[in-house]
Nanobody, 130 residues
């Protein structure tokens, strides 16, 4: 099972980026897929999740600005990020969670459960300048 992120980069405050995650070795519909991020000196925090049952979660800090989507036919997961600000600067990780806990997005809430998420990509850097 492999997840490979792309689409990170440098953008000015107020700009947009679209992160992509290519998934292989499993059917995205059978897992919760989502994104964590980690800023320098901070813990990894859950940003967004799309569960195997279609439940969607967004952290309060990104609601209304970020949108997660899944193209199961092509093995892709996306995170559209709009109206970015400097607080969004972080390494973003694509993740997947199978089984019972993949039917919901509990493990993506906050920073406590990151260690319980099974599969991680290598991460892509997003830097937002003021």
């Amino acid at each position: 099972l492999q997840l490979v992120e792309s689409g990170g980069g440098l953008v000015q405050s107020g700009g947009s980026l679209r992160l992509s995650c290519e998934v292989s070795g499993f059917a995205p519909d059978d897992y919760a897929v989502g994104w964590f991020r980690q800023a320098p000196g901070k813990e990894r925090e859950g940003v967004s999740c799309l569960s195997s049952l279609g439940t969607v979660y967004y952290a309060d800090s990104v609601k209304g600005r970020f949108a997660i989507s899944r193209d199961s036919a092509n093995g892709m997961v996306f995170l559209q990020m709009n109206n970015l600000n400097t607080e969004d600067t972080a390494v973003y990780y694509c993740t997947a969670l199978p089984g019972f806990w993949g039917r919901q997005c509990t493990y993506y809430r906050g920073t406590y459960y990151a260690g319980l998420v099974d599969y991680w990509g290598e991460g892509t850097q997003v830097t937002v300048s003021s």
